[in-house]
């Protein structure tokens, strides 16, 4: 079984990739894009991480395509992208726990003054906010996939009044926005949600609320976020993605005192589970049984 | 029923309290110290903040100290404090919440390196680090009160290899440390374990391991835990508590680069579920009924 393995996975990461691939499935062959230039014909899968454009054109025997990646909004933007293969997301659930993580240490540290302390703390100052118990804080959580529920399914055990919302299912938008704190975007990007966190989302927030951006910089207007959080009206952001990544040197969100940045650190996807995923998956391919986790190329994700 | 109201509650909130306890004890009289002092033998119970020493001696008839805060190490070390009298803490299980939330959150960003990505924003550097599952990481909570068993059981709640320790259960201390990637304190202060967060306690830690004190400023030697984060074998500290406070200008933890400091808010005493609890236990003493929450004055807590 020959695997073409290729992307943006990182060179300091690369090797552990490898190697957990390796070892999760040793009958294969990996090969990278040099090595199967040789023989287009002989690569029956694709392990993918946002791979260059062309990437996976011209491979006739081609029967899935795994991302490594849980978003695969780039991959489907790459007009070369073979129209009839299986093309698989990466659904772990070590993936979804960090996630659920960032996205409960962003509520607690909401909730609680937290990113306020630090700042007082840099300006030598003492004083004490007042504290708010978790069931009166709502807390509406943006996506209702593996990372939406799981993130929301921990908030709310915390004592949070949470919500989960998608396109599909839940309130009107607005009407939900008017009763939130704190909003926290796990939705997938797609031409339906591209642009969503815009002046009008923000303008339907009630004053001091938060948001929390974990899925797309595609996600938001920047522009838009920066006059709310400029006008205090918007008490916080914590962003872990953005437009252009790494974010440019100088843009605003950089030292803006209401933004916690992280650079796209949110959830990593750890090679060791994710590889055993992955494998199991392109076995299924092999030997004809169904796959996991596929993508609806017309819904996006 | 006449009932003393002193203490160092902060004049902001002196109202609030006010109102929530004669809304939780309307058939009560409140007598702050001026008042009291015209008729010491009319006051049957006291309900107290950290009062000034000497506030509650000679005064025959007390039935009841009820304090308003968890801590009651400031109350002990007051020698004028009548010996006979039931001396009952605030246990509250909204504060006990708020600091189960805040030893949730320290955990969070610790394991995460979250506060390490908040440094490194200000520096305007893009730099992903590692990141472990939650099942690789060991936290261990000193404290089998309320506040460090709710503080423990949630963070193994989140998959943390999660253990508790009190001076009397528990494995010995040491080796107890020498497994402990994060450690945090919700220990009484007493004379048992004043100073135990010395050099000797962090140089049994692991390299990179970090402490959190939620607890009393008197459980840290504070030379000795700026030496281990200046030498660098400590990676971070979260400390609420100070030996005095507020931490005074100019103290080395206000700016160190691997402290996040909170000026004593890690669980704040809700007025509005707090005096329904002191009310509770004012009842009780003044029909002769069990009372709740009683200090262990040679335990100290």
Partial sequence: MNVLLCGDIGAADFGAWQQALQAALP??????????RADPAAVVAA???NPLPGSLAGRPNLRLIQSLWAGV???LADATLPPGVPLARMVDPAMTAAMAETALWATLALHRGFFAYAQRQREGRWRVHAQRRADEVRVSVLGRGQLGSEA???IAQQGYRTRAWSLREGPPLASLLAETDIVINLLPLTPATRGLIDAGF???LPPQASVVNLARGGHVVDADLLAALDSGRL???????FHTEPLPAGHAFWQHPRVMLLP???????PRSAALIAAANLRAARDGLPLSNLVDRAKGY
């Fill in 264 to 270: 796209h650190a949110a959830a990593l996807t750890d």
């Fill in 152 to 154: 929301a399914r921990r």
């Fill in 27 to 36: 009958e294969a062959r990996w090969l990278d894009l040099a090595a199967a």
């Fill in 202 to 204: 923000l303008a339907v």
């Fill in 73 to 75: 909004d780039r991959l």
């Fill in 235 to 241: 008490r916080h952001a914590v962003l872990d993605v």
């Fill in 47 to 49: 392990v993918v991480a």
